[in-house]
């Protein structure tokens, strides 16, 4: 038995209220062909929207996407979302391929954004264990080379760490903007 035969009975008594949405190829597959589950539903045929429509439905859409990615979508962004996807991504429908776009777009910012640059961690691994031990050692020695040593280690672990502090600081100002030349 398959849901369609279980659903009717109620669907006959008014028991159940039921709204469903699918495509026309699906209608016509699984329900257009069981005369009896037909009769039970009112079929409303809802045509593709328009471009400048799923710009407004997107538009609606962005602050929910901008408070779960963290990111400001900017209006070219929604704009060339909507353009780029009626374009490009023939196999879907309009909304729904723009938001993909859209979704997918601000996922990758967020995740650029939080992953830390290479550059930062090269300077993480210098400061790391190597340069700091190297230092220790050489400030348990006595002799003037060694000394010499240590405040020349000394130096470039704080330049170093200066550096890093430098990029953490542009890190945290960085603008979280989501621009057309992201989608």
């Known amino acids: 038995m398959d ?11 008014g028991d159940l209220h039921c709204m469903g949405a699918t495509t026309l190829n699906e209608y016509r597959e699984y329900i257009e062909k069981d005369a009896a589950l037909e009769r039970r539903f009112q079929k409303v045929l809802v045509d593709e929207p328009s471009e400048q429509d799923t710009i407004a439905i997107l538009r609606g859409l ?15 962004a929604i704009i060339a979302a909507v353009t780029y996807s009626q374009r490009y991504i023939t196999d879907r429908q309009l909304p729904d391929k723009a938001i993909d776009l859209i979704d997918e777009a601000a996922s990758q910012i967020r995740m650029e ?5 290479e550059s930062m961690d090269k300077l993480d691994r210098q400061i790391g264990n190597n340069s700091k031990l190297s230092a220790w ?10 000394k010499e040593r240590f405040k020349e280690l000394e130096a470039h672990i704080k330049k170093l760490e200066k550096e890093y502090a430098d990029f953490e600081e542009i890190g945290k100002g960085k603008n979280l903007l989501f ?5």
């Open 179 to 183: 621009k057309e030349r992201n989608i």
């Open 137 to 146: 050692h050489f400030k348990k020695e006595k002799d003037k080379a060694s």
């Open 62 to 76: 962005k602050e929910k996407y901008e408070v779960h990615h963290g990111v400001e979508i900017t209006d070219p």
């Open 113 to 117: 954004i939080d992953s830390k640059p």
């Open 3 to 13: 849901a369609g035969n279980m659903l009717k009975p109620a669907l006959a008594r």
